[in-house]
């Protein structure tokens, strides 16, 4: 059970492990990485974040990325709410306000959370698709091109000038942080195109 574990760890977690008798049957929960049968491996896995989030496949930027922006936009469009309902409430007592103050948090909070999930799960999938038209190419002429055309195609109803506008400021914000980013791990020095999935993992040399 323990083999694939370095000896001392091995040995610390075999301390702490309530002893096993000989005829008693064990069963052992195994969890794939690969739950839909795709081959991974660790040399093929890319590594790497987003901020604080994991970005190591396609599904990590899909899962992580849209319940990211979700709950981003539920905060923020709930607190634009409660903050223009205190300002448009028509009678000054407590009742009346905070009645204003809970309809407009429950119009604002879930429309922002709906777009920015919406808009995010299109940059993820568009971001996977234009690494599978490039040859498993990850950077940010992807992730930016993927914005743009999330947040144009979001808005693409409501006429040209407004899908252009939000498409540029989706791209605007990936790329801020790739700017960010970049200027925060390597300085002025070696500035580069970044990417959110990193390098992919070299194997290890016998």
């Known amino acids: 059970?323990?083999?694939?574990?370095?000896?001392?760890?091995?040995?610390?977690?075999?301390?702490?492990?309530?002893?096993?008798?000989?005829?008693?049957?064990?069963?052992?929960?195994?969890?794939?990485?690969?739950?839909?049968?795709?081959?991974?491996?660790?040399?093929?896995?890319?590594?790497?974040?987003?901020?604080?989030?994991?970005?190591?496949?396609?599904?990590?930027?899909?899962?992580?990325?849209?319940?990211?922006?979700?709950?981003?936009?539920?905060?923020?469009?709930?607190?634009?709410?409660?903050?223009?309902?205190?300002?448009?409430?028509?009678?000054?007592?407590?009742?009346?306000?905070?009645?204003?103050?809970?309809?407009?948090?429950?119009?604002?909070?879930?429309?922002?959370?709906n777009s920015m999930g919406i808009m995010t799960m299109g940059w993820a999938l568009l971001d996977s698709a234009f690494e599978a038209l490039r040859g498993g190419e990850s950077d940010y002429y992807n992730h930016l091109g993927a914005a743009f055309t999330s947040g144009f195609i979001f808005k693409c109803t409501a006429g040209l000038r407004p899908a252009i506008l939000t498409g540029s400021i989706l791209a605007s914000v990936v790329g801020t942080y790739g700017v960010v980013d970049q200027f925060r791990t390597h300085g002025l020095q070696g500035f580069n195109i970044p990417s959110f999935a990193g390098s992919r993992a070299q194997p290890a040399s016998t």
């Open 1 to 113: 059970m323990l083999s694939g574990l370095p000896a001392a760890h091995a040995e610390t977690l075999q301390k702490k492990l309530a002893p096993i008798a000989d005829d008693e049957d064990v069963e052992f929960l195994y969890i794939s990485d690969s739950p839909l049968g795709l081959p991974t491996s660790d040399a093929s896995r890319p590594k790497g974040t987003f901020g604080p989030l994991p970005m190591r496949t396609n599904y990590d930027k899909l899962l992580y990325g849209v319940g990211t922006a979700y709950v981003a936009g539920l905060t923020f469009g709930g607190g634009y709410g409660a903050l223009r309902g205190l300002r448009t409430a028509q009678v000054p007592t407590f009742k009346v306000r905070m009645n204003n103050l809970m309809n407009q948090s429950t119009r604002y909070g879930p429309w922002a959370a």
